[in-house]
Every structure is written in structure tokens, then in C-alpha cells.
């Protein structure tokens, strides 16, 4: 008499328990009620007063089972784990080519552009978000570079400009950096073109190291700086790069200028060869003679 037969005759239902024997070995105890059935009521009565016949009670060694339950609950836990990497690796394999592979495609086009290689572009696959993101791309690109090669050639306009000037021209930054200058200049100072423009103008034009002292040289910049709008004219020994002096007249004005977005104050001089100018009246003397 134990609460699992108990259960069973209550219930007419088959019962299972896991029990503990005295000798140490677990038994699973299965208890099956026999019920009463019509050919049996002349021994056992009617089923409605007698229902159940007896019980059948069969014990099963518990290990094997819990072995086998055991093993199958490893095999499960195997094979789920397998197939939760594979559905990881799959959802991975998909996420980096749907998503990551392409948004590293406009990564790496990106900081092409910022390197200023406006050509390049992305291949838009699909009709996804990802996809429209790649063509609003190009098309900025596009845009990008439309506006770099107009800036191009309004720089170059602008070069060929001052460049056709007789007299020398150059742009002075507050730090006494030479921003821009033209060809007559560079053919001035004996350099070139590009090598004038990382130069400073001490170092350009007197061959210093240090700004000239403002007590000895009239400095067009040191002049202008707090007398903007105004001009000044003076004369200055220039020093060429194979150390000739050259005598010439300079005319300087302070303005502001925008540079990449920024107002930035600067002196635009004009630079007259008077050794040239001398020698080019005295042929027009000689001319009108003549």
C-alpha cells in the first residue's frame, strides 16, 4: 500500500514512481490497475461495484534507464547545439553579405572620396534601404566632384590672371606665409612657382630666418595689421636665391579674404623690378631719340 498503488485505484489509471531500495539501487515501480471486465463479474461482482480486479506492479532496474535518459538528453543538447550554430553561422553568413560587406563598400568609398579620389563610386545591388543609401551616394560623389573640378578651374582662372600680370604679385597670411603669388614673383626671388607658396616672405624675399625688423625694413604686414583698408608704398631690397639684391617698389593692402570657409585677414602686395623699370625707360629715352 503505497500513495502510487493508491493513486492507481482512485484513478484506475496507470501509475510510475522512481523508489530507493535498502541495497542501494534505484527501481522504477510501475503499477498498472487490472480492471474488472464484463466476463469476470460472475468471480468479482458487477465493474460498477468492483472496478479494478488487482494490480499489476512491475519494477524496472532504474539505471539503464537514467542512463538512456541520460544519453538521450546528451544527444538532444548534441544535436540542438549544432543546430543553433549552424542557424548562427547561416544568419551570420547572411548579415555579412546583406549588410556588412556592403555598408564596408561605402565605408571604403567614402575615405576614397575624403582622400580626394573623386571618381570613385559603389555598385548598388538590390532594393533594399542599403541599396538606395549606395545610389544617394554616387550621386553625392557625382555631385562632389562636379563642384572640385569647377573649384579647379576657377583656381586655375585665377592663376592665369595674376600670372599675367607684369609686376609681381603675392598673398600674405597673418603668419607671414605666402598663400599665393604668380609667375613674375617666382622668376623675382629666382624660385619656383610651388616652392615660393611653403615658404614664409622673410624667407622668400630677404632670405631670413626671422621676420624683418620693422625698425629697419618698412614689413608691408607688420604695417598693415592694424590699418586695415589702408595702402602703403615702399622700397625694399629684395634677395634672389643665388644671393643677387634687386631694388624694388612695393605697393601692399590689407583685406580679408575666405579661405575654406574662414575669414582670414592677408596683404595682397604688388612687387615693381625698379632695376627693370629703370632700364626700360632708358630704352624708351633712347627710342624717342632715336
Known amino acids: 500500500d503505497t500513495p502510487t498503488v493508491r493513486r492507481a485505484l482512485d484513478t484506475i489509471q496507470p501509475q510510475t514512481e522512481y523508489l530507493a531500495q535498502d541495497n542501494g539501487t534505484d527501481v522504477l515501480r510501475s503499477v498498472n490497475p487490472v480492471k474488472n471486465q464484463p466476463l469476470c463479474n460472475q468471480c468479482h461482482g458487477a465493474s460498477a461495484s468492483h472496478p479494478v480486479n488487482g494490480m499489476l506492479v512491475v519494477d524496472y532496474k532504474a539505471g539503464a534507464v537514467h542512463q538512456e535518459a541520460l544519453r538521450g538528453s546528451l544527444l538532444l543538447a548534441g544535436l540542438g547545439g549544432i543546430v543553433t550554430l549552424l542557424t548562427g553561422l547561416g544568419l551570420w553568413a547572411g548579415l555579412k553579405r546583406l ?3 556592403r555598408i564596408e563598400r561605402l565605408k571604403t568609398a567614402s575615405e576614397k572620396i575624403a ?4 571618381s570613385v563610386r559603389v555598385a548598388p545591388t538590390g532594393s533594399d534601404e542599403i541599396a538606395r543609401l549606395g545610389s544617394s551616394f554616387n550621386t553625392m560623389a557625382g555631385q562632389i566632384s562636379a563642384t ?3 573649384l579647379n578651374k576657377a583656381e ?3 592663376q592665369d590672371i595674376i600670372d599675367a600680370v607684369p609686376d609681381g604679385i603675392r598673398v600674405i597670411a597673418d603668419d607671414f606665409r605666402i ?3 604668380n609667375r613674375q614673383y617666382a ?5 619656383q612657382s610651388d616652392a615660393v607658396l611653403s615658404l614664409r616672405c622673410h624667407e622668400s624675399s630677404h632670405g631670413r630666418s626671422e621676420p624683418c625688423p620693422h625698425t629697419m625694413v618698412t614689413c608691408p604686414v607688420h604695417e598693415l595689421r ?3 583698408g589702408s595702402r602703403i608704398k615702399t622700397r625694399q631690397h629684395f634677395v634672389r636665391s643665388n644671393g643677387e639684391e634687386i631694388a624694388v617698389e612695393v605697393t601692399a593692402e590689407r583685406t580679408v579674404l575666405t579661405i575654406d570657409g574662414m575669414d582670414c585677414p592677408v596683404v595682397i602686395e604688388s612687387i615693381r623690378d625698379l632695376d627693370e623699370q629703370a632700364r626700360i625707360s632708358q630704352e ?3 627710342s624717342e631719340i632715336g
Not at 187 to 191: Q, W
Open 284 to 286: 624708351q629715352r633712347l
Open 115 to 118: 582622400a580626394s579620389d573623386f
Open 226 to 228: 592694424h590699418h586695415s
Open 99 to 101: 549588410v556588412i560587406d
Open 156 to 158: 586655375r582662372f585665377l
Open 148 to 150: 572640385h573640378d569647377r
Open 179 to 181: 598663400i599665393k603669388a
Open 187 to 191: 622668376l623675382m626671388t629666382g624660385s
